[in-house]
T-cell receptor, first 111, second 115 residues
Framework: RKEVEQDPGPFNVPEGATVAFNCTYS??????FFWYRQDCRKEPKLLMS???SGNEDGRFTAQLNRASQYISLLIRDSKLSDSATYLC????????????FGRGTSLIVHP | EPEVTQTPSHQVTQMGQEVILRCVPI?????FYWYRQILGQKVEFLVS????????KSEIFDDQFSVERPDGSNFTLKIRSTKLEDSAMYFC?????????????FGPGTRLTVT
């Protein structure tokens, strides 16, 4: 079983739509969770950390479900500029932290 | 805004050659990382570095790879005897604190092409 799994998409949505992505992880010892976005041929950039109680940043809401071992990202009122690949990152606790990336979910927002 | 820089942006090398990829992390950051991303695949952790030593490394980071902080600003990844399958984008990242809840800042990457 893959450590971090994401639906690759693409999710093709119109401007203004609400879209949600899920990411499942296999290691119950996972300690911390993040969503990054990656534009084509660019470096990953942190979108938001994911806290146990859930957290919101503007149009973006992240949730963590430890019992079912998944995290989610909800994007409201999608903009054209939201088109990107969204990477789920899970830190596995070892002596330090080993970040494990999912393959990413592609989002295309069209006019 | 401070940023991580990487040089070169694109490196072409022949199979069997050694390459050194260079990174300048953000100046007050203490933790440094190397990742690779083969085209069309996921970002893969290679190694983390703190206090002049490796703190974690993945299975990918075998004897072919080494890292060094030769001075107060540069952080390098050396790949010896390159293979075709080493072709990938290599990202350097840094963080002020250990990457738990701390954001990692990624550099723009070096595209390595092994021919």
């Amino acid at each position: 079983r893959k450590e971090v799994e994401q639906d690759p998409g693409p999710f093709n949505v119109p401007e203004g739509a609400t879209v949600a992505f899920n990411c499942t992880y296999s290691n119950s010892a996972s300690q911390s969770f993040f969503w990054y976005r990656q534009d084509c041929r660019k470096e990953p950039k942190l979108l938001m950390s994911v806290y146990s109680s859930g957290n919101e940043d503007g149009r973006f809401t992240a949730q963590l479900n430890r019992a079912s071992q998944y995290i989610s990202l909800l994007i409201r009122d999608s903009k054209l500029s939201d088109s990107a690949t969204y990477l789920c990152v899970v830190n596995i606790a070892g002596g330090s932290y080993i970040p494990t990336f999912g393959r990413g979910t592609s989002l295309i927002v069209h006019p | 805004e401070p940023e991580v820089t990487q040089t070169p942006s694109h490196q072409v090398t022949q199979m069997g050659q050694e390459v050194i990829l260079r990174c300048v992390p953000i100046s007050n950051h203490l933790y440094f990382y190397w990742y690779r991303q083969i085209l069309g695949q996921k970002v893969e952790f290679l190694v983390s570095f703190y206090n002049n030593e490796i703190s974690e490394k993945s299975e990918i980071f075998d004897d072919q790879f080494s890292v060094e902080r030769p001075d107060g600003s540069n952080f390098t990844l050396k790949i010896r005897s390159t293979k075709l399958e080493d072709s990938a984008m290599y990202f350097c990242a840094s963080s002020e604190l250990q990457a738990d809840r701390e954001e990692q800042y990624f550099g723009p990457g070096t595209r390595l092409t092994v021919t």
